[in-house]
């Protein structure tokens, strides 16, 4: 009998066809006031998929090597005919949805629709404000009255994603400006790392053995990179090795995309992920799928454009408190979000992204005990969880590069301008989702713990060990799991090249390779205010460990990435 996927713990919400779409009430004190006719609005309205018991049933065979179907992975076609909802329901919506003024994208799941809030007050009979959700910076489009869904939409129970004034995702890094020009070595044993730093310590295969080529990854933001930028960290003073490429980049940009800002966040999270996955995979493609912010309903869009773009691997470094989620509304998003995570992994697709930087804290609301929380869209089971080490020594020689691994630790900390209540690999366990099969024989909860797997993050307030990227025109030293995602995004593109196809779902892999020891570093000391690592197989802070590359990529013997900046490191 094939195992099940989790599921959501929250019941399905059923809305009875021409029902009312329920919203949560604003807050007594939210900062609230009258949104100007100009506000943009975007949304997306989604559809249930068909069969999801088959459907999850299917995707753990999939990963099961003793499966005729293991690794057989569905063409979007195949999807659509066994599970995806109806096409012309879809296009019916869309339809609509163009005759009331928005501009609009059809996707496998939905319809995602652009225009401004005059349109959209017309469309769903309300008014709107903007509220500025709590942490969260920017103002959001809030239904003063619940939202109508027209008898169409109600008919074929689609959900408004989007327009719920749900606070923004955000963004994992930090960033420092020091104009550093040299690897880590001419600094100290503990950085900031360059990409190749990286590969050495964590024991990557050589260069020449595997680069990513003929694989894809995508980065999900919500800002474009400068191709300046990208160049010169790859080139710069000539100090990469002859034969390395600037990765190939592509903007996909979803509803006018995102503005470019030499010093803004968005601007520098999306170049560190593209300059970490192409440090760590400098010949794979990159594909950039960016949306004007980090709502919800773009966010959807993004992860479905990305999927159906066939992108092999897809890294974000976003999220938001997941008990933010935990709601009737939430829980659609969550829910939507899931659908289009379970094609992409059907597909192949492999989902990587940043545990996030808030310790065992999340929801930065203190540090009780009652206030443990982790960080959504990484919760979600079909997502690898990519939490980070803190402080990383490697050998330091004087004037050499070498970066070879010596020890790590992670313990949290706290430090001025970070707006969590502690610094650190956030980890713990879902208030929303079960826990995965591929856990089972590894923790005690009965629900999803986080993270899976950990790189390095570094942290200014311990040992200031951050990597290292070149944003703006200048170098900057970042700390955050919005660097390990990417990097480990990199290494599975890797694995996918030497395999010579797309990996899926690679939670059953990597969980059942650790009964090895042969993996990850295990025994790291460090703890998240919340949780301790230990020397067993998984924790909530780590996850997993940390890798050793050349054994994750499927490289068990073959020369390993030396001395950055050499032939084998590049």
Avoid at 499 to 504: A, H, I, T, V
């Amino acid at each position: 009998m094939f195992l099940v996927a989790p599921a959501i713990l929250v019941a399905s919400v059923s809305v009875a066809a021409g029902a009312a779409t329920a919203f949560r009430p604003l807050p007594l004190g939210a900062p609230v006031f009258s949104a100007p006719s100009s506000q943009p609005a975007h949304f997306a309205i989604t559809f249930p998929l068909r069969n999801r018991p088959e459907l999850d049933a299917l995707l753990a065979a999939q990963q099961d090597p003793s499966s005729p179907i293991y690794h057989h992975w569905l063409t979007r076609d195949q999807f659509a005919q066994g599970f995806g909802p109806s096409l012309a329901s879809r296009i019916l919506v869309a339809r609509e949805l163009q005759a009331a003024g928005f501009s609009v994208d059809l996707g496998s799941q939905g319809v995602f629709a652009h225009g401004s809030q005059t349109a959209a007050e017309r469309y769903f009979h309300t008014r709107f404000a903007l509220r500025t959700p709590d942490g969260n910076a920017r103002s959001v489009l809030t239904p003063m009255l619940p939202l109508q869904r027209s008898a169409l939409v109600s008919s074929q129970q689609g959900h408004v994603i989007g327009l719920d004034g749900l606070p923004d995702f955000h963004s994992n890094a930090v960033f420092e400006r020091n104009d550093r020009r040299l690897p880590d070595s001419y600094y100290g044993a503990a950085g900031p790392y360059f990409a190749p730093d990286l590969k050495q310590a964590y024991s990557y295969p050589s260069y020449a053995l595997a680069t990513g080529a003929g694989t894809t990854i995508g980065i999900i933001s919500s800002s474009p990179v400068s191709s300046s930028d990208i160049s010169e960290y790859f080139t710069y003073s000539g100090d990469f090795a002859p034969g390395n490429k600037v990765p190939s980049v592509t903007e996909f940009p979803i509803g006018g995309g995102g503005a470019y800002s030499a010093s803004g966040a968005a601007t520098g999270e999306v170049t560190l992920d593209v300059e970490m996955a192409g440090g760590s995979a400098p010949g794979a493609a990159i594909g950039i799928f960016n949306t004007p912010d980090l709502s919800s309903g773009n966010l959807l869009e993004a992860y479905s454009v990305a999927v159906e773009a066939g992108t092999d691997i897809v890294s974000s470094s976003i999220g938001g408190c997941e008990k933010a989620y935990d709601n009737q509304v939430g829980i659609w998003v969550l829910k939507g979000l899931d659908n289009v995570f379970a094609e992409g992994s059907s597909e192949g697709v492999t989902f990587v992204g940043a545990s996030g930087d808030n310790a065992a804290f999340e929801c930065g609301s203190g540090t009780a005990t009652a206030n443990l929380s982790v960080q959504t869209p990484t919760d979600d089971p079909i997502m690898l969880a990519v939490g980070g080490t803190t402080d990383l020594v490697t050998t330091h020689v004087t004037d050499s590069d070498n970066s070879a691994y010596v020890s790590e630790s992670s313990y949290d900390s706290t430090f001025t301008g970070h707006g969590g209540s502690l610094w650190g690999s956030c980890g713990g366990y879902s208030v929303i989702f079960e826990k995965p099969a591929y856990q089972k024989a590894f923790q005690s909860s009965n629900t999803r713990g986080v993270p899976d797997v950990a790189m390095h993050m570094g942290g200014p307030a311990t040992s200031n060990s951050g990597d290292e990227i070149y944003v703006g025109g200048q170098f900057e030293t970042v700390f955050g799991t919005s660097a390990a995602a990417p990097e480990f995004a990199g290494l599975l593109a890797l694995r996918a090249q030497l395999q010579k196809g797309k990996l899926g779902d690679v939670h059953s892999f990597l969980y059942n390779g650790t009964l090895s020891s042969t993996m990850f570093h295990r025994g790291i000391p460090g703890t998240n205010g919340g949780y301790v690592t230990n020397t067993l197989h998984w924790d909530a802070v780590l996850g997993l460990g940390t890798p050793y590359g050349r054994v994750v990529a499927g490289v068990p013997t073959g020369a390993l990435a030396g001395i950055p900046f050499t032939a084998s490191n590049p």
